[in-house]
């Protein structure tokens, strides 16, 4: 994982919500890699017609700069979702208790505050849940800090 800069715990807590998503975006982004987009070819007429000057009209690097920006795209939430998958492989992780843990894990599942309290396993008030999740997302931001 290269260092990601300015690690901050309001930032994990984003990433641990829209967890799904994030994922879902990269597959996408990998999916957009396999496709290749090439200019329209022109026949007849309009192909001997003069065109207009200033743009490119080079399909390659066309297609280089896309992939490029889509390669910057993919690296940046990768860092994001590994921030959260190198915690979950450390110690760290196992220091948290069951509770925490149970929460991390329905907070990636994209399951509300509400929906988590209430889960047989936890029986915590809303603000309660909250309150850890932000504890979490803090003992992940120290632990990305360390790396």
Known sequence: MSKVKNVTSQ???EVMYNYKEILQDIQNARNSLDDVFAGTAQYGL???M???SGGTSDVVYSEV????RVYKMLDKMQNKITMIQMFCDDIAYDKLSFKDKMILEYT???MTQKEIA???EIQLSQQSV???QRYIADAICSFCNNV
Do not use: D, H, N, T
């Not at 700069?65 to 490029?68: A, H, I, K, L, P």
């Open 108 to 110: 990636l599942l994209q």
């Open 130 to 132: 909250s309150r850890r």
């Open 65 to 68: 700069v896309r992939r490029e």
């Open 118 to 120: 209430e889960q047989k």
């Open 50 to 52: 003069p065109k207009a």
């Open 11 to 13: 930032g994990i807590l």
């Open 46 to 48: 309009q192909a001997s």
